[in-house]
Nanobody
Framework: QVQLVESGGGLVQPGGSLRLSCAASGSIGSINSMGWYRQAPGKQRELVAKIISDSSTNYQDSVKGRFTISRDNAKNTAYLQMNSLKPEDTAVYYC???????????????WGQGTQVTVSS
């Protein structure tokens, strides 16, 4: 079984910063990609940022230049550094990982439990 554990959410004032972490553990062959999604009340879950195994990244347009996704392969951990936060960034942030299982060599997607980010004065 694979688990994703997120941390780092909280309350921050507009213009502030937060760093989210997502650690994958369990039966992991390799990690194809890790990403962060968010869901605000009444809205659909949307991709914020993703990092692929070759370290290529992609971002939602609204966070480009403010958010940075990175990955520590040795720790099976992804990070999302969020700077210049805005009230519209308020949402539950979910980690997602696409993992190749060692037993079957199949790719399987997993989600974390979510962490609340609130940007408010």
């Amino acid at each position: 079984q694979v688990q994703l554990v997120e941390s780092g959410g909280g309350l921050v004032q507009p213009g502030g910063s937060l760093r989210l972490s997502c650690a994958a553990s369990g039966s992991i062959g390799s990690i194809n990609s890790m990403g962060w999604y968010r869901q605000a009340p009444g809205k659909q879950r949307e991709l914020v940022a993703k990092i692929i195994s070759d370290s290529s990244t992609n971002y939602q347009d609204s966070v480009k230049g403010r958010f940075t996704i990175s990955r520590d392969n040795a720790k099976n951990t992804a990070y999302l550094q969020m700077n210049s936060l805005k009230p519209e960034d308020t949402a539950v942030y979910y980690c997602n990982a696409l993992i190749r299982l060692p037993a079957t060599m199949k790719l399987q997607g997993y989600w974390g439990q979510g962490t609340q980010v609130t940007v408010s004065s």
